[in-house]
């Protein structure tokens, strides 16, 4: 299992960025996915999360990302996307890709994300 995040940059705050979390050695659609996120001096906070619901899937958000970062899975390339706009200086951070696969929790290296002017 491996999970690599792709994505990240510099933007100016009022700017979008995509990551994009490739998985490989499972089927992400049939696991619970995750975005986590680590700014400096500060604990890893869980901002995102795409679960497995019925036939479909449900999504939740810290509430510091509500109405501006959409997770959403790429079933064909198999990875998990996160779309972020309207970004702001606190949305500095590293940004983690998370799994829980076969009662092991994988993670990705990280990405950094820096929004600055």
């Known amino acids: 299992v491996q999970l690599v995040e792709s994505g990240g940059g510099l933007v100016q705050p009022g700017g979008s960025l995509r990551l994009s979390c490739a998985a490989s050695?499972?089927?992400?659609?049939?696991?619970?996915m995750n975005w986590y996120r680590r700014a400096p001096g500060k604990e890893r906070e869980l901002i995102a999360g795409?679960?497995?619901?019925?036939?479909?899937?449900?999504?939740n958000y810290a509430d510091s990302v509500k109405g501006r970062f959409t997770i959403s899975r790429d079933k064909a390339k198999n990875t998990v996307n996160l779309q972020m706009n309207s970004l702001k200086p606190e949305d500095t951070a590293v940004y983690y890709c998370?799994?829980?696969?076969?009662?092991?929790?994988?993670w990705g290296q990280g990405t950094q994300v820096t929004v600055s002017s």
């Open positions: 998370n799994a829980l696969v076969r009662g092991f929790n994988y």
């Open positions: 050695g499972f089927t992400s659609s049939y696991f619970n």
């Open positions: 795409i679960s497995i619901f019925g036939a479909g899937d449900t999504t």
